[in-house]
Nanobody, 115 residues
Framework: QVQLVESGGGLVQAGGSLRLSCVGAGSPFTYNLMGWYRQAPGKQRELVATLLSSGSRNYADSVKGRFTISGDFAKNAVYLQMNMLKPEDTAIYYC?????????WGQGTQVTVSS
């Protein structure tokens, strides 16, 4: 069974940092794209950052300059370093992997930023 498992969420004060990790398990393949999405209460899930196996990165405007995505596609792993966190970054963060048009999701990890 293909699984993406996130870790690293938690409670942090505004201005603080967190590092999220996601590792794929059970997949006989490597992903073409991995990334992070988030969903705040009452809002739709939104893209945070993506990373292509080519190394190309894409960020939501709201996190540019504060978040950094990195990964190791050989290990089906992706990371999100989040600095200068704001209360509006509070959400459940989901890891996403894409392979030949088929998407896979992790269960999510809660990030809460207090003011």
């Amino acid at each position: 069974q293909v699984q993406l498992v996130e870790s690293g969420g938690g409670l942090v004060q505004a201005g603080g940092s967190l590092r999220l990790s996601c590792v794929g398990a059970g997949s006989p393949f490597t992903y073409n794209l991995m990334g992070w999405y988030r969903q705040a209460p009452g809002k739709q899930r939104e893209l945070v950052a993506t990373l292509l196996s080519s190394g190309s990165r894409n960020y939501a405007d709201s996190v540019k300059g504060r978040f950094t995505i990195s990964g190791d596609f050989a290990k089906n792993a992706v990371y999100l370093q989040m600095n200068m966190l704001k209360p509006e970054d509070t959400a459940i963060y989901y890891c996403h992997g894409l392979r030949l048009g088929v998407g896979y999701w992790g269960q999510g990890t809660q990030v809460t930023v207090s003011s």
